[in-house]
């Protein structure tokens, strides 16, 4: 009787650990996911509510020679600060001793090196926002840190989850065009990862991990992005500065497949994915996959300044 009276009280201890409320911290308040990834996470009147987790505290950060960082770090976090009760702090370490995992928003990739590694300290495991970091070479010291500290970390665009990129997944694809909206940020060197990155992602959620190399043609009006894979396939990502759409062409042995205009994004997917992976600690994506798509951003780079020649992925 007693084992059976103590096996009921470990099952509901352990089953309201499982319940227990993540507390959530936010790095960043210069891009509109942080009012919008708030909203989701603590309004459970929200018809994508997901539950589990809340944001508590932020700090602002921001970047001040970026412009829809300067213009939208206060902005955001007095939102959050008055709908959500969000506690705004002084410094990342502070941040840290107040939650149990991070949400690294920072619109500005050049500041994702310096503004995890007080995260990874603390061991909280964290979800970076697009871009992971600024440079192929930062992404991959953040990767080093974050291993040899034994922190779960998990980077992606929302686009992965998109009806784009869902929907269009094929076991035999043999090669794949996505496209999407490019505009460019003059301080990222990888001037895909500002924008271009949402197509990119899409690209390596159909085609998977891979590439070997990478061609890239430039003009005023966008780029392409051609991509040899070790298998043969190849992968095309248009990266278009005006437009506002996204899509993907799917070429399988007997019929090509195309989106529909009207396939729906959001960020709830990813939000959901991302909770999961706090309550986890396991990456719905693996963090080599994201390093090789950061790999073939800058191998895209390259050959730009190469005018057009191929270049390998390093």
Known sequence: MRVMKALVLLFTLSAAVSMAQIRVGIIGTDTSHVPAFTKVLNDPSSPDHIPGARVVAAYKGGSPD?????????????????????????????????????????????????????????????????PLAATLDEAREIARLAKEAGVPWFSTSSLRY?????????????????????????????????????????LY?????????????????????????????????????????????????????????????GYAPMLREIVKFFQTKQPPVPNEETLELFAFMDAAQRSKEAGGKPVRLR
């Open 66 to 130: 970026v412009e829809s960082s300067y213009t939208r770090v206060d902005k955001f976090a007095e939102e959050i600060r008055t709908k959500w009760n969000v506690e705004l702090v002084k410094d990342i370490p502070t941040l840290c001793s107040k939650v149990d995992v991070v949400l690294l928003e920072s619109v500005d990739g050049r500041v994702h090196l310096e503004q995890v590694k007080p995260v990874i300290a603390a061991g909280k495991p964290v979800f970076i926002d697009k």
């Open 162 to 202: 998109s009806e784009v990129a869902t929907s269009m997944k094929y076991p035999d694809a043999k090669g794949v065009i996505t496209w999407g909206p490019g505009p460019t940020e003059p301080h990222h060197y990888l001037d895909l990862s500002w924008y271009g990155i949402h197509a990119v992602e899409i």
């Open 205 to 265: 959620t159909l085609m998977g991990p891979g590439c070997e190399e990478v061609t890239r043609t430039s003009s005023a009006d966008g780029d392409v992005i051609v991509g040899r894979w070790k298998d043969g396939r190849t992968g095309t990502v248009h990266s278009l500065r005006t437009s506002s759409e996204y899509g993907a062409v799917v070429f399988r042995p007997k019929q090509v497949e195309q989106s529909r205009p009207d396939m729906k994004s």
